[in-house]
């Protein structure tokens, strides 16, 4: 059973910032696009970045400029930076890894970021 291990989640006020961490095994990792997902309530859950084996990220629109994806190769994690947080960001946030050549997608659990006054 493939486990990629989330943490970071949080209640943050309006403009504040979170970093979340994805930890994932390094057979995995090597051979995968790393991303974060988020689901709202009664939302579908959506792409909010990848970022691929050589570090090339990819961002929704809805993200661009506030979050920042990085992956460090040494420790088979990948973090979101996220900053300038909004209520609209208000989520559970999901890591995902793609495997390469052959798709194969991991999910973590999922953690909850809320973001309220």
């Known amino acids: 059973q493939v486990q990629l291990v989330e943490s970071g989640g949080g209640l943050v006020q309006p403009g504040g910032s979170l970093r979340l961490s994805c930890v994932a095994p390094?057979?995995?990792?090597?051979?995968?696009?790393m991303g974060w997902y988020r689901q709202a309530p009664g939302k579908e859950r959506e792409l909010v970045a990848d970022?691929?084996?050589?570090?090339?990220?990819n961002y929704a629109d809805s993200v661009k400029g506030r979050f920042t994806l990085s992956r460090d190769n040494a420790k088979n994690t990948v973090y979101l930076q996220m900053n300038s947080l909004k209520p609209e960001d208000t989520a559970v946030y999901y890591c995902?890894?793609?495997?390469?050549?052959?798709?194969?997608?991991?999910w973590g659990q999922g953690t909850q970021v809320t973001v309220s006054s």
């Open positions: 995902n890894a793609k495997t390469r050549p052959i798709p194969i997608s991991y």
């Open positions: 390094g057979t995995i990792f090597s051979i995968s696009v």
């Open positions: 970022i691929s084996r050589g570090g090339t990220t």
